[in-house]
């Protein structure tokens, strides 16, 4: 196993009161797998990435059951240790090409600086790792890119950067934190396929993270589908998408744009606002905006297997939630 | 970057002109200066006299077109007071007030640096609040009194650094603390605010991330972008602080330009006047220019502007 | 999403201020600041005696605490003979007075400049800025002690002088206020409803930078204290015998072997009133505007 969580929790005081914003949740990566996490903006996914790199803003404390990379508890690392192995063994793409690269050192300047930290190299082996990552990341005249500065590049090739960066220091893990919804389509499904291939080559586990099931469908292997905080649905990629069991997953299936539903058509989207998560949280989080919601949702609910490795977080059964789940796709053109 | 220098020198040829004839008109701001220099005892011949040997009489354009003409070539007038050359007095006393400046400066950035960059990287602990403290004392302390404040602790009380004078390096210490102490609250308050911003960027979680290490972190990715504003002001503060120099000069009797603008000015030595302002003023200009360009060469935003690719 | 993260981290910053110098030092200095202002507002009533009168036969009498002091003179008197505390409580008029006139003088012509530049933009904005620029490189000290010199030391000369030097951080942050501004929905309205240009400044624009003109203004206060200060220091100041701190210091310079207290005591005043209104001034920035801190 090459990344286990178990129970991971963020809370982040405010002002208002505690903002809980990653409930205990519990996934797997293993080597040369991808693992999705989707869920709509705001549901706990970035801040799940970081607690993993320890990068959490300075205020919010992170909280896990256990939290190993290859079977080494990072909880239990020192902040050295855990610097090491960020960037080396685990590296991180972020959502925001615009920003995530240093304005005032050229491109070349930083990615060498990546494998210089990790590795006793020769800036002259430096420079050639990263010629090579521009290359195979599809960025032309590689050697001219490293001398430039990230404002010289378009946002589509600074991602592009982020990614053969994350690459310079051969990382088993790679989180890439929506790293394309910045981006424009076309761009989007290219640096897609580009991450695809790459994680071919290098074999290396993939924990993408997005708000767009159309990308789980091209990319997971396994899927966790977040809402609020909470994992509400998790298992294969195949699964999911032929049994959505749980309400959430099947109003997101919904909102999928299909052969019939062109992608620029006006799309569907679950009614109803994200509940608060400050303070004490109990019961079913989605209930507010279920269609299906019952007395009984206002009580916890555990995650309860379906099949292989297929679970959810529901109070109805597999079978009512499934005819459920076909009503929902029919109903909606 | 040449286009960038060359247009950076247009601008500051153009300031230098309109400070120089601030300068200029300096002489004629109370009036007939021709009866100024002749003085209260001197005859209205005398005035007549001096207006003709100076020039007085021509318009004002032309009197400052030789003025500037001359100024250009190193002749700055005739010192009424030495009777010599401005020029030949004034370019000692000028070395001596930039190595002052320089000391000084060197002392200002090496307290303001280090404090403001811990003040950020350890914000709202104990260090911030003691540099907080520094800067907000530095900033409501007057040089004069801070000069002799120290001349009572280090020549009064403890006797161990001379009060007046410029001839060895201990001549330098007070003087360099005064001014240094004066420039350094805005250096330090601004590095701190542009390191807090620069940690909290979105690059700098990015270098986190890729496992820079926590030192290069700072001094390095998030510094070099916090430093950019930084550059702008300590050039102003130099140049305030070489204008310090007049109060400094004269509590310490250092033999520098400043003191020397003080001394001409209470000898009414208009001419001597007239280059200090002038030199005080280009200086300023080139310090500015200078630290354009060295924040073109820190930012290559600013540097790259007119090269854009992509 | 990342609009959201700013305002939090934002909320953060402010939420972690340190308090204790926000509030505390917008308290403590406005409490030296009023107990200076009292002072001079009644030094005839305070002063133990006539700040002119001189007695030849009681020169630098040393203030009660020391030996040789007595409460005839509680802080001593100057190489005159002349009360010391008389003087001080009289040189806090000074101070103050020149302090509020300057900034007041300064502040109109700055904001005059900043506003028109930041209002109209384009060309005007461009000779503006020039100005700014050029009022920048010339040395204030110099500038203003050679005027002084020239016209002959009075209070109307000093306060002339720095007013029309010291007006260039008002224009700057005036300008700087006008710009963020003038496309705001509020003046765009007023626009509209066809309000003249001047009325457009005056009603629109000028309410929402009294703030900023505040604390540049506390600031230039002091600024001009401190300057005032150096002036007489450097004795082209306010003219003799009229009591000034920076002059008080001067004179005391001589005694600074002896009797360093001439010089330390109205130090400390001058320092505290400097600091008090500096505090101020930061305070009242971190109220208005928690982000805008240095
Ligand atoms: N620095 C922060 N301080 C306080 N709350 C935060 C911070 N970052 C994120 N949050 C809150 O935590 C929740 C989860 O955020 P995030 O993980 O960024 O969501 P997303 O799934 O869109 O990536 C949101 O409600 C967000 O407002
Ligand atoms: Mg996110």
Redesign the pocket.
């Known amino acids: 196993m090459l990344l286990d969580v178990q129970q991971l929790s963020v809370d ?1 005081p ?1 002002a208002q009161g505690v ?1 809980h ?1 990653v409930q205990g949740i519990s996934f797997s990566v293993d080597n040369g797998e991808t693992l999705c996490i989707v ?10 990435a970081l607690a993993l790199m320890n990068l959490l ?1 300075r205020r ?1 404390i992170r909280t896990a059951g256990r939290l190993a990379f290859s079977g080494t508890e990072l909880q239990a690392l020192s902040a050295a240790a855990m610097n090491k192995l960020r960037g080396e063994n685990m590296a991180m793409i972020f959502q925001e090409p615009m920003t995530s690269l240093n304005p005032v050192f050229t491109i070349g300047d930083q990615m060498t600086d990546v494998l210089r930290q990790h590795r006793r190299v020769s800036q002259r082996e430096a420079r050639e790792r990263a010629i090579y990552l521009l290359t195979r990341v599809g960025i032309g005249k590689a050697e001219t890119r490293l001398g430039q500065y990230p404002h010289q590049l378009s946002g589509g090739l600074r991602q592009r950067v982020m990614i053969a960066m994350a690459l310079m220091c051969d990382p088993k893990l790679i989180i890439a ?1 929506e790293p394309t919804t910045a981006l424009d389509v076309t761009v989007q499904a290219e640096l897609l396929r580009l991450l695809l291939s790459l994680q071919e080559e290098f074999g290396m586990g993939l924990l993408l ?1 997005t708000h767009d099931l159309g990308i789980v469908s091209r990319m997971a292997d396994n899927v966790a589908v ?1 809402y609020a905080g909470q994992i509400v649905e998790s298992g294969p990629v195949i699964s999911i998408f032929e049994n959505p069991l749980h309400p959430y997953t099947q109003g997101l299936m919904a909102c999928l744009p299909t052969p019939e539903r062109k992608r620029m058509q006006h799309l569907r989207a679950i009614p109803g606002t994200v509940p608060a ?1 400050v303070g004490q949280l109990s019961g079913c989080r989605f209930r507010g905006r279920c269609p299906y919601a019952q007395p009984i949702c206002a009580e916890d609910v555990a995650l309860r297997p379906y099949a292989h490795d297929h679970a959810y977080r529901c109070v109805l059964p597999p079978d009512i939630s499934l005819a459920n789940a076909a009503v929902t796709l029919e109903t909606n053109p | 970057m040449l286009r960038f220098i060359l247009r950076r020198s247009g601008s500051a040829l153009i300031l230098m002109v309109v400070v120089s004839f601030v300068a200029f008109m300096l002489i004629f701001a109370a009036g007939d200066p021709a009866v100024k220099l002749a003085g209260e005892a001197g005859s209205s011949a005398d005035a007549a006299r001096i207006r003709a040997l100076y020039g007085f009489d021509k318009p004002i354009p032309v009197q400052f077109f030789h003025w500037i003409a001359a100024a250009v070539r190193g002749n700055f007038g005739h010192s009424l007071y030495f009777d010599q050359p401005v020029a030949s007095i004034l370019f000692d006393r000028l070395g001596v007030t930039l190595l002052l400046g320089l000391t000084s400066f060197i002392f200002a950035l090496v307290l303001a640096f280090p404090l403001g960059i811990a003040a950020a990287r350890w914000q709202n602990t104990w260090i911030d609040r003691t540099a907080l403290v520094i800067a907000v004392v530095g900033q409501a302390m007057p040089t004069f009194w801070f000069a002799l404040l120290l001349v009572i602790l280090f020549s009064v009380t403890f006797p161990i650094l001379p009060t007046s004078g410029s001839e060895t390096w201990q001549h330098f210490v007070m003087p360099s603390i005064v001014l240094g102490y004066f420039a350094a609250p805005a250096i330090m308050r601004l590095t701190r605010s542009g390191m807090i911003t620069a940690l909290e960027t979105d690059y700098i979680r990015t270098a986190r991330a890729m496992g820079i290490a926590p030192r290069n972190v700072l001094l390095k990715y998030a510094l070099r972008n916090a430093l950019i504003p930084v550059v702008s002001v300590s050039a102003a503060q130099l140049g305030y602080m070489l204008a310090g120099s007049v109060v400094v000069e004269s509590v310490f009797a250092i033999n520098g330009a400043g003191r020397l603008a003080w001394e001409s000015i209470l000898r009414s030595d208009l001419p001597t006047v007239q280059a200090l302002v002038l030199c005080f003023s280009l200086v300023y200009v080139i310090l500015t220019f200078l630290a354009d360009i060295l924040n073109a060469w820190l930012d290559p935003r600013m540097r790259l502007a007119d090269a854009r690719t992509d | ?1 990342r609009a ?2 700013e305002t ?2 934002g909320e ?1 910053q402010t939420r972690h201020l340190p308090r204790w110098m926000r509030h505390t030092g917008l308290t403590a200095g406005a409490v030296i600041l009023v107990i200076i202002v009292l002072m001079g507002v009644f030094a005839p009533l305070l002063a133990p005696q006539d700040p002119y009168e001189q007695n030849l036969l009681a020169r630098i009498v040393p203030p009660v605490w020391y030996e040789g002091g007595s409460w005839e003179h509680p802080l001593g008197t100057d190489h005159l003979g002349r009360d010391y505390l008389a003087r001080l409580l009289y040189g806090a008029r000074v101070s103050v007075f020149i302090g509020v006139t300057v900034a007041f003088v300064s502040g109109i012509i700055g904001t005059v400049l900043g506003v028109t530049a930041g209002y109209f933009g384009g060309k005007t904005d461009v000779v503006i800025s020039f100005l700014i620029t050029a009022r920048l490189a010339l040395p204030v000290i110099l500038v203003a002690l050679a005027i002084v010199a020239l016209f002959g030391s009075s209070l109307t000369v000093v306060v002339s002088v720095l007013g029309l030097l010291l007006w260039d951080r008002f224009a700057l942050v005036m300008r700087a206020t006008t710009q963020q501004i003038r496309d705001a929905d509020f003046v765009m309205a007023a626009k509209v409803q066809g309000a003249s240009t001047l009325q457009i400044i005056v009603q629109e624009i000028l309410p929402n930078v009294a703030t900023n003109l505040t604390v540049v203004a506390t600031l230039e206060i002091a600024q001009a204290i401190v300057l005032e200060a150096a002036l007489s220091f450097l004795g082209l100041g306010v003219p003799p015998p009229l009591p000034s701190w920076g002059l008080m210091l001067a004179e005391g310079k001589s005694f600074i072997l002896f009797d360093p207290w001439l010089i330390t005591i109205p130090g400390v005043l001058l320092f505290g009133l400097v600091l008090a209104i500096n505090l101020v001034g930061d305070g009242l920035r971190d109220v208005t505007a928690p982000d805008s801190r240095n």
Do not use: N, V, Y
Not at chain 1, 40 to 48: A, F, N, V, W
């Open positions: 982040i405010t903002l914003a869920g709509e903006s705001g549901c706990g996914k970035s801040l799940t803003p919010a934190d993270i977040m998560l | 999403m959201q993260t939090i981290a953060r």
